[in-house]
């Protein structure tokens, strides 16, 4: 089988499932997978939840084995031909500490280095260390506009991602036109655009019929004032107030920041937190409501978002109510489910999607997002990598 070490954003265990995990799934259906664990590209600091993460790093760095494919450890499930590293690496990337943090990170993975097999790199973040030189086959899987998010290290994502650029036979994936754009614009001669997607088939089961709904709005991701736009969901509270609920699910300011303030404040306004839910919980949550929200502060990181959770919402047979951001824009102008919303618009849309609907509109939401699942999306990916396999020669 294929060698695959896929560089994450994230650690394996993380609140949210994202394309990374995904990813990692559907790539271990053919092949060997080894997933690594976030480099930290976010300095951290001296908060409790920074220190907690960089504990458990350690934690996990030093035990003598990662929990085995398939096996009952807590957290996330690893998917059989899985393989999770967790390195330890300075969360620095510049010098002095470049060459240090090189010498770790192959000391991580040189069970991949030394494969004699096809060794294919598949990073979700630009600042590889290298390790693109020992590759066969290198695709970076760009999901976001990573240097504008607050607190990451922006010089090291661009130089990285100037590096992958220049590399020859390189195969970007971007999943929004934002990041398309930017992607063409750093170099990269080759950039396929695939759009987010989601777990449709988990949502859907989750979905209830017309008479077991409720008034309410459901936003489930991470709850931080980096992506939020905290004015707009305080209108949205008080307008509920009366005549639905808003329902609020998720981590609170993962990668940064602190979110109990502002979660205080909407709680006093009548909206709930749910907290973490398991993907099942939160589809069994969001399959009563009737409208899924993307609250996103539009600004130079939301442009190059494109939510997987609009498939998420629509597959539990929710309209989606967003911001207008760039990649819903675009969806709703083909889905009349979706509404991209700004201002004042927001709450008269949200008057009108809370109105009672039928059976056939829940069912016509659900099949909008049945050709947005991972189902297909894993082998239009692993259609993609045999395609580079096969132009590599034989050994």
């Known amino acids: 089988m294929t060698n695959v070490l896929i560089l994450g954003t994230a650690e394996w265990d993380s609140a949210i499932a994202t394309n990374q995990h995904y990813v990692t799934r559907e790539l271990a259906a053919a092949a060997d997978v080894t997933f690594v664990e976030s480099l930290g590209l976010r300095r951290p600091t001296l908060r409790r939840a920074d220190v907690a993460r960089m504990a458990a790093r350690g934690r996990r760095a030093f035990a003598s084995a ?30 002095p500490t470049r060459l240090l943090n090189r010498t770790l990170l192959r000391r991580s993975t040189a069970e991949w280095l030394e494969s004699s097999r096809p060794r294919v790199l598949w990073t979700f973040t630009p600042v590889t260390y290298g390790l693109e030189n020992a590759a066969d086959v290198v695709i970076y899987h760009c999901v976001d506009l990573l240097a504008k998010f607050p607190g990451i290290d922006g010089v090291a994502v661009g130089r990285g991602e100037r590096n ?3 590399r020859p036979g390189m195969v970007a994936i971007a999943t929004s036109q934002a990041v398309h754009e930017h992607l063409v614009g750093t170099g990269f001669p080759r950039v396929e655009l695939l759009q987010n997607v989601a777990d449709v088939s988990v949502f859907a089961e989750g979905s209830r019929p017309a008479a077991e709904r409720r008034p309410s709005v459901i936003f489930s991701g991470n709850l931080t004032t980096a992506k939020l736009d905290m004015p707009l969901l305080v209108s949205l509270a008080k307008a509920l107030h009366g005549r639905g609920e808003l329902l609020l699910a998720g981590p609170l300011a993962a990668g940064g920041g602190s979110f109990t303030a502002e979660l ?10 749910l907290g973490l839910l398991t993907p099942k919980e939160l589809a069994a949550a969001a399959g009563t409501c009737a409208v899924g929200l993307i609250p996103y502060a539009i ?19 929710l309209s989606v109510l ?8 675009a969806l709703a102008q083909t889905n009349p489910h979706v509404v991209a919303a700004e201002g004042a618009d927001v709450l008269d849309h949200l008057s009108r999607m809370l109105a009672p609907v039928t059976d056939d509109v829940i069912a016509d939401r659900v099949d909008s997002a049945g050709r947005h699942g991972w189902g297909e999306r894993g082998q239009v990916l692993r259609d993609l990598l045999a395609a580079e396999l096969a132009q590599l020669p034989v050994r």
């Open 66 to 95: 990662a929990p085995a494919a398939g096996s009952s450890a807590p957290g996330r499930a690893r998917p059989d031909h899985t393989r999770i590293v967790s390195p330890i690496v300075v969360p620095v990337h510049r010098a």
């Open 164 to 166: 992958l650029a220049a």
């Open 264 to 273: 205080q404040q909407l709680e006093e306004l009548g909206a709930r937190y």
């Open 299 to 317: 600004n130079d990181y939301t442009t190059g978002v494109s939510p997987l959770k609009c498939f998420e919402y629509l597959s539990s047979g």
């Open 322 to 329: 967003s911001t207008p951001l760039p990649s819903v824009r």
